[in-house]
């Protein structure tokens, strides 16, 4: 078969990234779609010094975090994903901590400026239009302002609606490639998990517009909702579990005032379904995470019901979802983005859901107080819904003592008289 005439620009990997200077800035694109080639071969280049790679959480990177590469690139982190966490608790990387609403305006506003964006592409249509594919978040920032585009051009990435598109005459140098996305297929839910989806899901009113991210949690909750009606879907992410919800008429995006008929995404990341699902698909619309964590239009849609996790609450609701003690684990990303926008939203709901305990239960996700260097990501002034296996409790309007109260009740049984005597010694009230 003939190659189409824009593939004949193309070269090897090793070749698009020739022209990277030393000092560079560069972007890369994360999720399902990193350009995996193009790590590889500027994970090679032994010939420059202090560039410097600003990315979220990216798949199949891990030259571009081995300690051999440390002296000439440098990975900056605004979302932490599991290949770059060795390497930023060891100092050999940086983490950013921001608000995923406020990336895109780090490259726009010039306090980051790009010389170079790293992406994948779909491959051009006839317009010589490519898409920017599974995930537009930061990326479409990224292709704006950064003065090279360099990218892996596949055809196996879906090409995804929105605000995508990028001309093949922006791509300066490329690679051609025929390569399956990474996938992440659904996790089998534990009974534990099992008990949080239901309950979440029975805070879930009909017409609401939903806001979920990746997990068993989330697909628990999505696997409860086929009885609902007019549900929306304005998120940061769209997963496997909203495509059976759509092709039953359960999502219609009908009571949305933000994009009305249409999903709201800024990235996917799932199975191969999942991919064919949005593939040229217009009831899919992809922004920037500037646009779809804009607390000022999230707020705009009704019921928002936005649900995220966390690693541990403190017993005056302080949220940490970011790190276990100074050792960081992901990122703010957008929490605080919805929980803030649903708790604006007329009859919304922010929910924070997660298991009681960890390390087989030998652990208390609801603590006393959180662990030295742990990142409060959702403040105790934001947290409304907190669910555990053991319930469900809004502390929205609570004093500290009646939120202490309600956070024990959630946690595991084997946990709350440590937790009850930590709470009236903290608030000095005698036990009962």
Known sequence: MTSPAWATRGGTAAEAVAAIPSGANVFLHGAAATPTPLVDALAARTDVSGVRVYHLHTIG???????????????????????????????????????????????????????????????????????????????????????????????????????????????????????????????????????????????????????????????????????????????????DGMVPLVEGGVITNRAKAVHPGRSVTSFVMGTRKLYDFVDDNPAVEFHGCDRTNDTALIRKNPKVTAINSALAIDLSGQVCADSLGHTIYSGIGGQMDFLRGAALSPGGKPIIAMPSTAAGGKVSRITAELAVGSGVVTTRGHVHWVVTEHGARNLHGLSLRQRGEALIDLAHPDHRGELRAALARIRHYPLA
């Open 61 to 239: 990177t891990a030259p571009l975090f081995a300690p051999a590469v440390s002296p000439w690139l440098r990975s900056v982190s605004f979302f932490v994903g599991p290949d770059a966490r060795v390497a930023v608790a060891e100092g050999r990387a940086d983490f950013v901590p921001v608000f995923l609403s406020d990336i895109p305006a780090l490259f726009t506003g010039g306090a980051v400026p790009l010389d170079v964006a790293l992406v994948q592409l779909s491959p051009p249509d006839r317009h010589g239009l490519c898409s920017l594919g599974t995930s537009c978040d930061a990326a479409r920032a990224a292709v704006d302002c950064a003065r090279v585009v360099i990218a892996e051009i596949n055809q196996q990435m879906p090409r995804t609606l929105g605000n995508t598109m990028v001309p093949i005459d922006r791509v300066a140098a490329f690679v051609h490639t025929d390569r399956p996305l990474p996938r992440h297929e659904p996790e089998a839910p534990t009974p534990v998990i099992d008990r949080i989806g239901a309950l979440v899901a029975e805070l879930v009113e009909d017409g609401a517009t939903l806001q979920t991210g990746i997990g068993a949690i989330p697909d628990a909750v999505l696997a409860r909702l086929g009885n609902h009606a007019d549900l929306g879907v304005h998120t940061e992410m769209f997963s």
